[in-house]
């Protein structure tokens, strides 16, 4: 059986690392393994519940994942998906060696996914200046399967940055991993792309 690969990506600090573990909460999968790929070579593989991997793997600290965190989820005796946690995208070239070679992992996986998940932050486009990054990644929306979530929409900051974002970006999920608000909606977009898509 050929799991399904599903790659998180967007800027730093949106929720790309909470959003992989509350879709697998709402998948009903609370155990499972994540194999760690920091470009250098080594994997490491670990198991983790939801409550360590949350402690481990989720951080206010912008730039927390380096490289590719993929969580092996057991939906069901036939259905696998490979939950693709990624590296925050910069714009500028970053200083950091670790993080410029977890970005190229980042930019790599866009073209081996079955479907492209785009987090973006609700609470940081409240001023009307799109990021070129959010453009480009929206932009692969054209040429693959591609679902875009504006998440942190229960921050009171937020409204203004969703309607900023729903005017960019044709289709958007409005959703809170902090609330579970609009999870629903997206497990029912991600289970209909990737099927349109075997
Ligand atoms: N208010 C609110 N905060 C959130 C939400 N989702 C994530 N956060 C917080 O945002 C911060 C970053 O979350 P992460 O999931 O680590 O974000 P990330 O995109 O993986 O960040 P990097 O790996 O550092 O690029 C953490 O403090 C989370 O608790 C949400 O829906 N609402
Ligand atoms: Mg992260």
């Known amino acids: 059986m050929v799991a399904k690969k599903i790659l998180i990506a967007g800027k730093t600090n949106v929720g790309k690392s909470s959003l992989a573990l509350t879709l697998a909460r709402f998948l009903g999968v609370y155990k499972f393994h994540v194999c760690l790929d920091r470009g250098t070579g080594e994997k490491q593989w670990l198991k983790y519940d939801l409550a360590m991997a949350k402690r481990k793997l989720v951080s206010s600290r912008e730039y927390y994942t380096q490289g590719l965190n993929t969580y092996y989820l057991e939906i069901s005796k036939v259905t696998r998906w490979q939950l693709i946690d990624s590296t925050g995208l910069s714009e500028d070239i970053h200083t950091s060696a670790d993080l410029r070679r977890g970005m190229a992992l980042t930019i790599a996986a866009l073209a081996d996914c079955d479907c492209l998940l785009h987090v973006l932050d609700a609470e940081k486009y409240s001023v009307n200046t799109f990021s070129a990054v959010d ?5 692969m929306g054209s040429s693959k399967p591609y679902i875009a979530v504006a998440n942190k ?6 409204s203004a940055g969703l ?7 044709e289709r958007v999920i409005p959703c809170s991993t902090l609330t579970g608000e609009g999870i ?12 349109q898509n075997s």
Do not use: G, Y
């Not at 629903?184 to 099927?195: E, F, G, H, M, T």
């Open 135 to 139: 453009d480009n990644l929206a932009a």
């Open 184 to 195: 629903v909606s997206l497990r029912q977009l991600l289970l209909d792309k990737l099927k």
């Open 153 to 158: 929409i229960d921050s009171v900051d937020s």
């Open 163 to 169: 309607k900023n974002i729903q005017r960019r970006i």
